[in-house]
């Protein structure tokens, strides 16, 4: 996890640091949840205190801190096998440009990436970064980051192949995390670590074809590749029908929830 917060509140229940009360607390039921997250799916939790868009630079040479720091955890909780395992990124606010940034430079590593109002993400061209599973959630009132930026970042790697999904979030601000949010981030890194790992850790990822997902759009609805009569690469892509049907309830909510 990188931030935007102090990350490691989502592993200790610590703090965040976050500018609002309500986000903060917010924050701490998302820890509780991919805590649990983790405990089912036997994942290491691992957050930084570096935080903020000036904290961890978008450069190979953040990588190998993360490396470095992942390298430690497994050497001190006795668990070696996690020096070579799966990473799953989650990049919040000024954590996003690394995050992005360290899946297109290791896709081989990445189970997938999930962005909170993230800053413009690269635009893709390797195959095997567009593999990476990618959603992101937008704040439609943002001030802070450009989502024009970011909705043509999305537009373009959706076109070009990528397995992306973007949810524009109605009536929220930058600093906000409602329980639809939570909802939603949750359930669709649980659907892609379920469709992703292998049976032991040392089993490479598994990969997911495009035309086994699902296709949304905020005007057309939600269906099976199959099915979908619009402009696929203009659609949003999930892993099953419950986290496309979850989007649709999250994109067209009248209300924050």
């Not at 509140?9 to 607390?25: D, K, R, T, V, Y």
């Not at 979908?228 to 659609?235: E, H, I, L, P, S």
């Amino acid at each position: 996890m990188l931030g935007g917060p102090d990350t490691r509140a989502f592993a200790s229940n610590g703090s965040f640091g976050a500018p609002i009360a309500e986000l903060e607390a917010s924050l701490h039921l998302l820890g509780h949840e991919l805590r649990t997250l983790a405990a089912d799916h036997g994942l290491a939790m691992l957050g930084t205190s570096r935080y903020g868009y000036d904290a961890i630079p978008n450069l190979p040479q953040s990588d190998e801190l993360i490396f470095e720091a992942i390298g430690e955890a497994a050497r001190i909780s006795g668990h070696r096998e996690l020096a070579s395992a799966p990473i799953f990124v989650y990049g919040i606010s000024g954590g996003t440009p690394q995050a992005a940034g360290f899946t297109a430079r290791n896709p081989a590593r990445t189970g997938a990436l999930l962005l909170k109002v993230p800053a413009p993400p690269e635009r893709l061209g390797s195959a095997a970064t567009l593999a990476v599973p990618t959603c992101m959630i937008l704040a439609e009132r943002d001030d802070i980051v450009n989502n024009e930026a970011v909705v043509a970042a999305f537009e373009s790697n959706r076109r070009a192949g990528g397995l992306w999904a973007m949810a524009v979030q109605p009536g929220v601000p930058h600093h906000s995390l409602t329980a639809g949010h939570r909802a939603l981030s949750v359930n669709w890194l649980r659907a892609i670590v379920e469709l992703r790992l292998g049976a032991s850790a040392q089993d490479p990822l598994r990969t997911v074809p495009e035309s086994a997902g699902w296709l949304g759009h905020p005007d057309f609805g939600v269906s099976d590749w199959m099915g979908y009569v619009g402009d696929r690469t203009a659609a949003s892509w999930f892993p099953s029908r419950a986290t496309a049907e979850e989007w649709w309830e999250f994109v067209n909510a009248r209300e924050a929830r």
